[in-house]
């Protein structure tokens, strides 16, 4: 027979405190993150915000750039003067046509390369660094190599061509010839860009679409194209921020601006102002002001992104 006996519950014995650690120690123990993200704020805020914080303040002023010459404060003075500027118009028309020339470099012929050597196996590190060599190359020493190329009478391309075209020195080829060789410094790496992103997209996609009975040109548009899209997206942002900015060095190389303002695009406008006209206060306020609207379309474009952008989740 089994006998159950109910023993009494032990008394429950005191709660052991936990000591808090100090204030100190606490912070010593989460320091570590922001310690290593220090050097990287520091020179951003250096070399970015404070700049940029000063040209704002510099834009409100009107000073030669001479240290002996105090600065003239003039309210919005620069700003008025600025859209009252008659090549303000032109310049902004000459860089809309260099992002519309470069877009088709740094993101249509990308995506032909890439998805016609996407299965490229042999030599494939040999042929990434063939794309990418003309990115290593500085502008100046590219554009050094291009005046010579395209001398009127002993240049390579007016030889093979069969003319004697003084490329440089053609309104309208002149901002042609900054586009494709700007185009061409791009063009190695967008492709890596677009490499990068179709290495990325799942097989097993394209083999259950083609099990479906969908065709090549099917898998290609409704799924290896949608997929790609963050990538696509990423180029063409880039191209539309930079690419105008890309030409400069090539410009103050070969044209300076020229022939007759044809290669002057808004960048290359605010450095002549500012460092030709001697007139820091209106060149900041072109700089601001292209800030304030490449920020607006960056914004935008960032937004489309969201919504028009398919990821492999």
């Not at 600065?71 to 118009?89: D, F, H, K, S, W």
């Not at 009127?152 to 053609?170: E, F, K, M, S, Y």
């Not at 083999?207 to 990423?234: H, N």
């Not at 601001?288 to 960056?298: C, E, G, N, P």
């Amino acid at each position: 027979m089994t006998v159950f006996v109910e023993l009494p519950a032990p008394e429950p014995g005191p709660v052991p405190e936990v000591s808090r650690p100090s204030l100190p120690r606490r912070v010593l123990r989460g320091a570590p993150p922001y310690l290593y993200l220090a050097p990287a704020v520091a020179l951003l805020v250096i070399w970015t915000y404070r700049p940029l914080v000063q040209t704002a303040q510099l834009s409100f002023y009107s000073w030669n750039l001479l240290p002996t010459t105090p600065m003239t404060p003039v309210g919005l003075g620069n700003y008025e003067r600025l859209l009252a500027q008659p090549e303000i118009g032109d310049a902004v028309w000459r860089t809309v046509l260099v992002v519309l020339g470069v877009l088709p470099f740094s993101v249509v012929i990308p995506v032909l390369v890439g998805m016609l050597t996407r299965h490229v196996r042999r030599m494939k590190t040999l042929y990434q660094a063939l794309v990418f060599a003309p990115m290593l190359v500085a502008p100046v020493a590219s554009a050094a190599v291009w005046q010579w190329l395209l001398a009127p009478r002993a240049g390579a391309v007016n030889r093979l061509l069969g003319t004697t075209t003084n490329w440089l020195q053609d309104p309208e080829g002149a901002q042609v010839v900054v586009i494709l060789i700007t185009g061409w410094h791009v063009l190695g790496f967008a492709t890596l860009i677009v490499a990068a992103g179709l290495s990325g997209i799942s097989g097993d996609y394209a083999e259950a679409a083609a099990l479906d009975g969908a065709s090549r040109w099917q898998i290609t548009r409704w799924v290896t194209f949608p997929l790609l899209s963050p990538t696509l997206v990423f180029l063409t942002l880039m191209t539309i921020l930079l690419s105008a900015q890309w030409t400069f060095p090539l410009i103050e190389t070969l044209t300076q601006g020229g022939p007759a303002d044809a290669t002057t695009n808004i960048y290359y406008l605010l450095w002549d102002v500012g460092f030709r006209s001697y007139d820091a206060g209106l060149s900041a306020a072109a700089g601001m002001a292209l800030f304030v609207v490449f920020s607006a379309i960056a914004a935008l474009l960032v937004w489309l992104s969201d919504r028009l952008t398919f990821h492999d989740n």
